[in-house]
Each structure stands twice: as structure tokens, then as C-alpha cells.
């Protein structure tokens, strides 16, 4: 059926970082897009990160400099590297993929299989 399962969230002061795992079984790893989406008290989901099947990364303008996306493909497994987190980096991180090339245009209605979500808070 397909299933990605999300880890690394947690809390962390200002400054500090954290590293997002997201393990992906049961379907289509590469040459798949795949992406991490956030949603905050108070906001709309919104695309974090993508990365696609040719290496290919976009972000969000909020994080640029700050967040890395990467991918193993031995390990089925998508990561998001935070760095420099702020107060409004908190937020519910989901992952997201879907079996087909990324699209000019991310959104989140793109993607079949979701992660169930991991919690980052980010105190000042």
C-alpha cells in the first residue's frame, strides 16, 4: 500500500537543530518526488522542502540556508536537516511522496502517501 513513517521531531530552544527522518515502505522510493510539508498553529500546510528523482532540491524562501533535504536510497529513507531553527519553525513536519516526477508547481494535493506527522518545537 505504501506507508512513510516520520521521526526526529521534538522540542529544541532557538538556534538549535534537529534531524527529520522519514522511512518509506511499500512503495516507490526512486525516481519518486518527495517533500516535506509543515503546518503551524494557525497557518496552512506549506511545502517546506522537495527533492527530486534526478537529485534536484527546492525551498520554501523561509528556510533557504537553513534546512537540507536529502535522500538514501539504500535505506529507503528521506531526511530533513534543520539548522538555526526559530520560533516560527515550529510546527507539524509531515512527509510526502509520490510515484511519479515532481512537478512545475509543489502542491500538497500532488502526493499520494503521507507521513502521519512529527511535532517540532522551537522555544525562544
Known amino acids: 500500500q505504501g506507508q512513510l513513517v516520520e521521526s526526529g521531531g521534538g522540542s529544541v530552544q532557538a538556534g538549535g537543530s534537529l534531524r527529520l527522518a522519514c522511512v518509506a515502505s511499500?512503495?516507490?522510493?526512486?525516481?519518486?518526488?518527495m517533500a516535506w510539508f509543515r503546518q503551524g498553529p494557525g497557518n496552512e500546510r506549506e511545502a517546506v522542502a522537495v527533492i527530486d528523482s534526478d537529485g534536484t532540491t527546492n525551498y520554501a524562501d523561509s528556510v533557504k540556508g537553513r534546512f537540507t533535504i536529502s535522500k538514501d536510497n539504500a535505506k529507503n529513507t528521506l531526511y530533513l536537516q534543520m539548522s538555526g531553527l526559530k520560533p516560527e519553525d515550529t510546527a507539524v513536519y509531515y512527509c510526502?511522496?509520490?510515484?511519479?516526477?515532481?512537478?512545475?508547481?509543489?502542491?500538497?494535493?500532488?502526493?499520494?502517501?503521507w507521513g502521519q506527522g512529527t511535532q517540532v518545537t522551537v522555544s525562544s
Open positions: 511499500g512503495n516507490p522510493y526512486r525516481g519518486s518526488c
Open positions: 510526502a511522496a509520490a510515484p511519479r516526477p515532481c512537478p512545475a508547481a509543489l502542491s500538497d494535493g500532488f502526493f499520494d502517501y
